[in-house]
């Protein structure tokens, strides 16, 4: 049945794009720009092949848009911009916290030992770590967003595809600048400004900024700020000069996030006042929130992320002959991010968990291009990359919280939806019960082990990474005919990797730990003892991750890796405006080390060797320009057969990354945009991506956040009148039902430890997005007022669900942006 599912799928798109192919092969010319033509259609170039291409010429599915198309839709953000984009999700908890996902493929682990799947790129600079990749998109020249395997264009992370952000850069050309300003409900304010001068007669100098702030849009049931909120600073500053047959970029990057915690909302217990126990809200997705750090971590900090994310970058191409090009990209980028949490999603201190992530990097890439307008173009290149990271998770737990946490949803355990008072809940007469009861301690012992249990109970791990690798690649393209051309690369690539990891009791050992991991007779007497946690006598127990070696020794392991991949790519120009496509392609992520907790304390920490996990893509499509060049057209149909299929699996606390064996995918993606008369332009896209898991536990799953069907439509309507011109935007976002994690939701896949949870609640249904913009301004675009409405249907949705309480059988749900509105004025030069 699924073959037979396939075949009809490929036939079918096929079959359409055969049928469109006279239309197409009659638009041979194009039509005169319109005053919107350059927000949609326009010139824009691809140099997704590393050339100025047309779209239609580029052999690959890639989707394009202007810098000028994003500001006319109101795209600011990456989760934004992939509303738009068939075959791209990209799920946003916090700048800190960010997934790429491409065909199904989700690239988002803050692991320093994983290696990313999808490649973020910013003017030729991999930014690919998640805790440092979601950066904000302001002055942009255009962002190009590449499906496939492309590691022969974008290098070894691009196992599946990659976004490629050009930024504006300084142009010689004259004086030109910007400013805009914009303002809202829920505290929302924008104001971003650009400035670009001459410097002599071939030089100049850009600077760009924004300030992109909310006042975040879950409420705190206890009175406190807001969670969800946006503080992000940014600032460019871009130099350009020309020296005969040479073009050197220097662009700096540098952006600060300081935000509000993020509404970990709970699914399972009401927001309550701890000290009274009084429901303050209900579990609604769309409700209050009331989350709590526990005292004193982190020296007291707030829930909430501290980032900062910088990158020096060299661009320079040297025009040798009028055959050669040499191209250089030398970048030095860095990191830190630190995010508290509360993963309990309770007003209760049961667990606080904070992510501090650092990494640092240098490259360097050499690329020699050959074009001499013959038959033959193509390109050689050799790249050298180095990465240090670190990952450190400091916790606190209450235990006595967590011992009521275990006992579930009998009457021994937290009451829920609304939880008993926490003096209640931590009452030693209380926490006797529930050892007598509910695990079968004597009650000789009972009463000295729960006074034992520790309010405060703090534990850390953390890995860390180098990584150095170099490649060497090469792609040309030959012209068999005047309409038939065939495409190929490879790349080969060499790497060493080294993982380290440690962990750490950080006040002594757990009590409750003794309970869960070292039951014997001795053991529960000694910890039912005075001054047991300091008890010699006890092993030095942690309560959900066991420390190394002397309460925090670090361990190493280093592997060296290498692979090859490739494509190969044929092209029919059926005329100058109709381009048909086949392709195959190998995608490679390298092998990952990936590290845990020793399994008895104070032992050696468990390094697996996660192998390489491949994939051959298989992809066919046509692209093409009719009516004059008024309508664009492209679809794609795709297969992708995955080995060594990387997954993440929980392991207590921790989240490994493990083998899920095979995996398949296949679908088809399709984007049209038609000049409609003299004042509108229409634009649409759809994707349809069926991917599953084929072997093990988890046989028949659909990928995680991999909505089957994705489908976006606008328009953009220009009409000079009133003494100026009208604007009129509205966009439509939808997307079909999507699992947050590999697993499904599924209870016999979360029955097994010491919180099972066997509610199917983890998914998002399908749910559609209505965005307005109306605009009036100058009919040169000089200046102009807007008012626009986001998510003007007020719909509620999810954006994750699960999360690190789903360890605990207690998932939490984080709320996607509800209604909001405002106003923004421009000004240009």
Do not use: C
Not at 16 to 45: D, K
Not at 262 to 290: E, H, M, R, W, Y
């Amino acid at each position: 049945m699924r073959a037979f599912r396939t075949t009809t799928l490929l036939s079918a798109s096929a079959l359409s794009l055969l049928v469109a192919a006279p239309a197409l092969a009659a638009g041979q010319e194009s039509a005169p720009a319109s005053n919107n033509e350059p927000a949609l259609l326009g010139e824009l170039v691809v140099t997704a092949q590393k050339r100025a291409q047309d779209p239609v010429d580029v052999p690959i599915a890639v989707t394009a848009y202007s810098g000028k198309f994003l500001e006319a839709i109101g795209v600011k953000a990456f989760d934004e911009l992939s509303a738009f984009t068939p075959g791209f999700l990209v799920q946003n908890q916090s700048n800190n916290n960010s997934g790429f996902v491409m065909r199904g493929i989700t690239s988002d682990s803050g692991s320093a030992t994983d290696e990313t799947r999808v490649s973020i790129y910013q003017d030729g600079v991999p930014i690919s770590r998640s805790r440092g990749s979601y950066v904000e998109l302001f002055d942009m020249e255009r962002v190009e967003v590449a499906k496939g395997p492309q590691s022969t264009l974008f290098g070894r992370g691009a196992l599946i595809g990659a976004v490629n952000l050009v930024q504006n850069k300084a142009n010689p050309g004259g004086f030109d600048w910007a400013l805009r300003a914009e303002a809202g409900t829920r505290g929302y304010r924008v104001g971003e400004g650009m400035v670009n001068f001459a410097v002599g007669e071939s030089s100049a100098l850009r600077i760009a900024a924004r300030l992109r702030q909310t006042d975040g849009y879950v409420k705190d049931a206890a009175g406190g700020d807001p969670y969800d909120s946006t503080d992000s600073q940014a600032v460019r500053v871009g130099f350009h000069t020309e020296a005969g047959g040479l073009k050197f970029d220097l662009i700096g990057n540098y952006q600060v996030d300081d935000t509000t915690g993020t509404s970990f909302k709970s699914n399972t217990f009401n927001p309550s006042n701890p000290i009274t126990g009084q429901a303050l809200s209900d579990t609604s997705v769309g409700g209050f929130a009331t989350l709590a750090p526990g005292a004193g971590f982190e020296g007291g900090a707030p829930l909430g992320l501290d980032r900062k994310v910088y990158g020096l970058t060299a661009l320079a191409d040297y025009r040798i002959n009028d055959s050669l090009t040499l191209s250089s990209i030398t970048a030095t980028r860095a990191f830190h991010s630190t995010e508290v949490f509360d993963p309990d999603g309770s007003s209760l201190p049961i667990l606080t968990f904070a992510e501090d992530a650092q990494g640092r990097q240098q490259s360097q890439e050499l690329r020699l291009r050959y074009d001499a307008g013959g038959r033959f173009s193509g390109f050689v290149g050799a790249n050298y990359f180095h990465e240090t990271g670190s990952w450190r998770i400091p916790g606190q737990m209450d235990e006595r919280l967590v011992l009521a946490l275990l006992a579930g949803a009998s009457p021994l355990g937290i009451s829920r939806p609304t939880p008993q008072p926490q003096a209640v809940l931590t009452n030693p007469a209380y926490l006797a019960q529930v050892l007598q009861l509910g695990f079968g301690i004597p009650s000789s012992l009972a009463t000295g082990f729960a006074s034992n249990l520790k309010p405060i109970h703090r534990e850390e791990f953390a890995n860390y990474s180098e990584n150095t690798t170099y490649d060497v690649y090469a792609d040309g393209t030959l012209r068999l005919t005047d309409k038939l051309e065939l495409t190929a690369g490879v790349r080969y690539t060499s790497e060493d990797r080294e993982a380290s990891y440690r962990s750490t009791v950080q006040n002594g050992r757990s009590i409750l730990g003794v309970l869960l991991a070292a039951p014997t007779p001795t053991n529960l007497f000694l910890a039912a003892q005075p001054n047991a946690v300091n008890n010699a006598a006890l092993p030095m127990l942690g309560l959900l991750n066991q420390p190394t070696a002397n309460n925090g020794d670090t361990f190493s392991k280093s592997i060296s890796d290498s692979g090859v991949t490739w494509r190969l790519v044929g092209r029919y120009a059926a005329s100058e405006d109709l381009s048909l496509y086949a392709s195959f392609a190998r995608g490679r992520r390298p092998d990952v080390i990936s590290t845990s907790a020793p399994a008895a304390p104070l032992g050696q920490p468990r390094f697996g060797i996660v192998k390489a996990e491949v994939v051959d893509s298989y992809e066919a499509g046509a692209k093409g320009k009719l009516m004059d060049g008024r309508l664009y057209l492209s679809g794609a149909v795709f297969r992708y057969d995955y080995d060594n299929f990387a997954t993440t699996f929980r392991q207590g606390a921790q989240i490994v990354t493990l083998n899920a064996g095979k995996a398949k995918a296949y679908g088809f993606e399709g984007e049209a945009r038609l000049q409609a008369g003299d004042f509108w332009t229409l634009f649409g896209t759809y994707g349809y991506n069926h991917a599953r898991l084929e072997s093990g536990l988890r046989k028949g799953n659909q990928f995680r956040l991999s909505p089957d069907h994705a489908v976006s439509v606008g328009a953009l309507f220009s009409r000079e009148g009133l003494g100026g011109k009208v604007t009129f935007t509205p966009t439509y976002t939808w997307r079909s039902k999507m699992f947050f994690d590999d697993n499904n939701d599924r209870a016999d896949l979360q029955s097994a430890g010491l919180f099972p949870d066997t509610r199917l609640d983890e998914f998002q249904d399908a749910y559609g997005l209505l965005n307005v913009r109306l605009g009036f301004g100058a009919v040169d675009d000089r200046w102009k007022i807007e008012a626009f409405v986001e998510n003007l249907n007020d719909k509620r949705y999810l954006k994750d669900a699960g999360n690190t309480g789903d360890s605990f059988g207690i998932p939490t749900f984080i709320a996607g942006k509800p209604r909001f509105m405002g106003i923004g004025i421009t000004f240009r030069h």
